[in-house]
């Protein structure tokens, strides 16, 4: 069993909560390149970031799936990561994403609001993690606040017709499936290192990527992807997918899941004024408020882990 000892567990914390924290914002750059996609397929875009990824990891999977532990148990437990995670939330995301032009681009960050209460519920029924009364209030604390960095003075648009409610059902799947993803992979990584955890869910979801594309009707668009579409999925599985991935499964080994889901919400925070920058977004007074107390209650819920480690 790869099981971090606790004495390594305390000493490399605050590692770990800065890579999570470091993987969060690589993803705050997904939503650009990804929604300039538009006019492909969402399972076809998924099925081409996890297959350009997992020929990427090809050097190392022999030497280091040697050394892992693959049980039925952990072969499993891994599969259902790469479906609920790999799969279906990159998927429902990618879908929110497309249909930007029926719902404002920050609604669609709803879903890093929502994620934590999916993930705080499965680490608790699944495993045992416990819900102090501290962590709680900070928990609460932080959705509150990422709520109003996201929707100026608490107001959200529903008015822009029927494509607002698919597109919020859509990221409202991504968190269900990327929430408990969360917790699956902290239970998985008990078991396997981060790297080979970063591979199994690499390979699986290219294999649950591929069976999907076949079900979904959309094998065609395999076809339609040119130099254009592959510079930027390549640059996709490269940042935001890959490394991203790799940089939060060595995070996450030595946090708790319910911790980890609240370090992500920095991935909205800079979202929101990565739009600013670029689409000239410019932010009301309660976002930048909701910000500084947003980043406050990351940092006091990053103590309260450290203080359980001792």
């Known amino acids: 069993m790869n099981k971090p000892s606790l004495k390594k567990s305390q000493s490399v914390f605050s590692q770990g909560s800065i890579l999570i924290v470091l993987a969060a914002c690589l993803w705050a750059l997904d939503g650009i390149i990804r929604r300039s996609l538009y006019h492909l397929s969402p399972v076809v875009i998924v099925f081409y970031e996890h297959l350009i990824g997992s020929l990427i990891l090809l050097p190392i999977v022999v030497p280091t799936l040697k050394k892992e532990n693959l049980t039925g148990k952990v072969l499993f437990n891994a599969s259902i ?10 998927l429902f995301i990618t879908s929110a994403l497309l249909k930007a032009h029926f719902i404002a681009f920050s609604v669609v960050f709803l879903l890093q609001k929502l994620q934590p209460l999916f993930a705080i519920t499965s680490a608790n029924l699944l495993l045992g993690e416990k819900i102090t009364k501290g962590y709680i209030k900070w928990a609460v604390l932080a959705l509150v606040a990422a709520f109003f960095v996201t929707f ?8 822009s017709g029927p494509g607002t409610v698919y597109a919020a059902l859509f990221a409202l799947g991504a968190a269900v499936c990327w929430g408990i993803s969360t917790t699956l992979s902290k239970s998985l990584l008990n078991k396997v290192s981060h790297q080979g955890g970063t591979i199994l869910r690499f390979y699986l979801a ?6 999907a594309v076949f079900v979904l009707g959309a094998q065609d668009g395999l076809m339609t992807v040119g130099v254009f579409e592959l510079s ?17 499964y060595k995070g996450l080994r030595t946090t708790e899941a319910k911790v980890a889901t609240i370090l992500e919400l920095a991935f909205p925070l800079l979202a929101v004024f990565i739009d600013m920058v670029l689409y000239k977004t410019i932010l009301a007074p309660t976002q930048y408020l909701a910000a500084m107390i947003l980043m406050y209650a990351i940092y006091r819920v990053g103590k309260l882990q450290h203080a359980s480690a001792k």
């Open 232 to 248: 930027r999925l390549t640059y996709i599985a490269l940042t935001t997918g890959l490394l991203a991935m790799w940089i939060y």
């Open 81 to 90: 990561v790469a479906l609920l995670g790999g799969l279906l939330g990159t």
């Open 152 to 159: 100026p003075n608490g107001y959200i648009n529903l008015d």
């Open 206 to 211: 290219t294999l649950w990527a591929f069976l």
